[in-house]
């Protein structure tokens, strides 16, 4: 996988995606950073001016289509000639769709991917119109770039792609696998300031361990995301009465009884990667 970044901080990028888990990927080559500086494609070859004033008032500055379509062009050009196609192109900014887990899988698939950081006060639209395929935003909020929301997507789609993360660290239980956010976990010692690992984590019984963890994972979900809760719910509803229960006082299923039912009914594949 190929990250493409149009920026006019290039340094930013390199500094920050050369260390840790997305340094070494890149070391062992199954990612690339490629990040290129708009300010190069300048046709104001004095000045390497890439801004100017908005036609119709207003305060700031604009970042000017040409420079920004030719790096694009520079960009594309490189990407065919090492064989690759038209790539996608995401303009990261907060009026796009909001990133999530399911795009960064769906990013994870292509060979090459193209950012283009905007700065100022935005991009001149009809640069935007010739070569933007995705607009993403990381939140809803206005940071004074956009190079840190693409390095927050370039993160979380390159542990996505195969080989980037190892056997360890894929094998990891993630939040947002089918909408649950993870279960608690802990490490030695088994009691710290008082506080003791929950029995059922020492007994070594994986089955019961797994279908613990999945509660975890609902009841957690269901305090700190109940979005994703009313998600999650909708793809796995509660499952009909057992002949058993029916005997009893017949009542609405419980919350508490949803998750026995769905903790009865799933395996672990339902949390484990
Ligand atoms: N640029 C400025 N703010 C942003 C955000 N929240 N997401 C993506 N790009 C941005």
């Given at each position: 996988?190929?990250?493409?970044?149009?920026?006019?901080?290039?340094?930013?990028?390199?500094?920050?995606?050369?260390?840790?888990?997305?340094?070494?990927?890149?070391?062992?080559?199954?990612?690339?950073?490629?990040?290129?500086?708009?300010?190069?494609?300048?046709?104001?070859?004095?000045?390497?001016?890439?801004?100017?004033?908005?036609?119709?008032?207003?305060?700031?500055?604009?970042?000017?289509?040409?420079?920004?379509?030719?790096?694009?062009?520079?960009?594309?050009?490189?990407?065919?000639?090492?064989?690759?196609?038209?790539?996608?192109?995401?303009?990261?900014?907060?009026?796009?769709?909001?990133?999530?887990?399911?795009?960064?899988?769906?990013?994870?698939?292509?060979?090459?991917?193209?950012?283009?950081?905007?700065?100022?006060?935005?991009?001149?639209?009809?640069?935007?119109?010739?070569?933007?395929?995705?607009?993403?935003?990381?939140?809803?909020?206005?940071?004074?770039?956009?190079?840190?929301?693409?390095?927050?997507?370039?993160?979380?789609?390159?542990?996505?792609?195969?080989?980037?993360?190892?056997?360890?660290?894929?094998?990891?239980?993630?939040?947002?696998?089918?909408?649950?956010?993870?279960?608690p976990?802990y490490?030695?010692?088994?009691?710290?300031?008082?506080k003791k690992v929950p029995a059922i984590l020492l007994s070594?019984?994986?089955?019961?361990v797994?279908?613990w963890?999945?509660?975890q994972?609902?009841?957690?979900?269901?305090?700190?995301?109940?979005?994703?809760?009313?998600?999650?719910?909708?793809?796995?509803?509660?499952?009909?009465?057992?002949?058993?229960?029916?005997?009893?006082?017949?009542?609405?299923?419980?919350?508490?009884?949803?998750?026995?039912?769905?903790?009865?009914?799933?395996?672990?594949?339902?949390?484990?990667?």
């Amino acid at each position: 996988m190929k990250f493409h970044i149009m920026t006019l901080f290039p340094e930013m990028i390199e500094q920050s995606l050369s260390n840790s888990i997305t340094g070494r990927a890149r070391e062992k080559g199954y990612i690339s950073f490629n990040a290129v500086n708009i300010r190069d494609f300048s046709n104001d070859y004095k000045h390497h001016k890439v801004d100017d004033y908005t036609y119709g008032g207003g305060a700031g500055m604009l970042m000017q289509a040409q420079p920004i379509y030719d790096c694009f062009q520079s960009v594309k050009e490189s990407i065919i000639k090492e064989g690759g196609n038209n790539p996608r192109v995401i303009y990261v900014t907060p009026q796009g769709s909001v990133f999530n887990q399911s795009m960064a899988a769906d990013f994870a698939r292509e060979e090459d991917i193209v950012f283009l950081c905007g700065h100022y006060e935005g991009v001149d639209e009809r640069v935007l119109e010739e070569i933007v395929t995705d607009y993403v935003s990381i939140g809803d909020y206005v940071l004074t770039g956009g190079e840190l929301p693409a390095m927050v997507m370039i993160d979380a789609i390159s542990r996505l792609v195969p080989g980037v993360l190892n056997n360890d660290e894929s094998a990891m239980t993630e939040s947002f696998n089918n909408n649950l956010l993870e279960y608690p976990q802990y490490s030695r010692p088994e009691e710290w300031m008082g506080k003791k690992v929950p029995a059922i984590l020492l007994s070594g019984d994986h089955k019961k361990v797994d279908e613990w963890r999945l509660e975890q994972s609902i009841i957690r979900t269901k305090e700190r995301r109940p979005d994703l809760y009313e998600k999650w719910l909708a793809e796995n509803p509660p499952q009909p009465e057992k002949k058993k229960r029916r005997r009893r006082k017949k009542t609405e299923v419980t919350d508490t009884e949803a998750v026995t039912d769905v903790v009865t009914k799933e395996n672990s594949d339902n949390v484990s990667e």
